[in-house]
């Protein structure tokens, strides 16, 4: 008899729990302003973990390092790579948003050059193998807008010794974007 009034109330809490949490997907529009239209990109930065600052970053630096040597397969380097220039650049704007300009600003040139390292080996996959995946493709030219638009929003953050620095990751990130145009 027990068990039968355990199992009823279980079965109970289990339906009153399920009614209980109820999620309701909001589709937000783009943000506009008046005077220049700026569309959000839709693209969310991985959690970038341990900082440059932190003690122990040199670990996850030998462990990125010996998954970028075990990797062979291009493609799946390229999505390494994008990988890697997202979460660098995600370290950048931590770095920024807490006052560590310097280390923010060459941690960010840092993920340009992994986006560079991805776009060179997508492409010439694709010139020497076959077509680039289009989820790969679409995913690297979504990753390189949003470099576009967190390091233009990062310029009116950083002082003028550090502009120099990020208005040149700026200028790679566009080169970069007509490169992957070659992709498809």
Same mark, same amino acid.
């Given at each position: 008899?027990? *068990?039968r &009034? $355990?199992f #009823? @109330?279980? &079965? @109970?809490?289990f $339906?009153?729990a399920?009614?209980?949490h ?5 589709? !937000?529009?783009?943000?506009v302003?008046?005077?220049?239209? /700026?569309? %959000?990109?839709?693209?969310? $930065?991985p959690?970038?973990?341990?900082? =440059?600052d932190?003690?122990?970053? &040199?670990?996850?630096r ?6 970028e040597r #075990?990797i062979v397969?291009?493609?799946r380097?390229g ?10 650049? +995600?370290?950048?704007?931590t770095l920024?948003?807490?006052?560590k300009? !310097? &280390?923010?600003e060459s941690t960010?040139?840092?993920?340009? %050059?992994y986006?560079?390292q991805?776009?060179?080996v997508?492409v !010439?996959y *694709? /010139?020497t193998?076959?077509?680039? =995946?289009?989820?790969?493709a679409?995913?690297?030219?979504i990753?390189? !807008?949003?470099?576009e638009?967190v390091i233009?929003a990062?310029?009116?953050?950083? =002082?003028?010794? *550090?502009?120099?620095g990020?208005t040149?990751s $700026?200028?790679?990130?566009? +080169?970069? +974007? ?6 498809r």
């Amino acid at each position: 008899m027990k *068990q039968r &009034i $355990l199992f #009823v @109330c279980s &079965i @109970c809490l289990f $339906l009153f729990a399920g009614f209980w949490h109820t999620v309701v997907a909001v589709n !937000s529009p783009a943000v506009v302003t008046a005077s220049m239209p /700026v569309v %959000k990109i839709e693209y969310a $930065l991985p959690y970038p973990g341990i900082l =440059p600052d932190h003690p122990l970053y &040199i670990v996850k630096r030998l462990r990125d390092y010996i998954l970028e040597r #075990v990797i062979v397969e291009p493609v799946r380097k390229g999505e390494f790579y994008i990988l890697q220039g997202d979460k660098r650049l +995600q370290m950048g704007m931590t770095l920024i948003d807490t006052g560590k300009f !310097s &280390i923010g600003e060459s941690t960010i040139s840092k993920a340009e %050059k992994y986006m560079e390292q991805s776009v060179t080996v997508l492409v !010439s996959y *694709q /010139v020497t193998k076959s077509m680039v =995946p289009t989820n790969i493709a679409d995913r690297l030219k979504i990753s390189l !807008s949003k470099h576009e638009e967190v390091i233009t929003a990062m310029l009116t953050k950083v =002082p003028d010794a *550090q502009k120099n620095g990020l208005t040149e990751s $700026l200028t790679r990130v566009k +080169q970069l +974007q007509e490169e992957a145009k070659k992709l498809r």
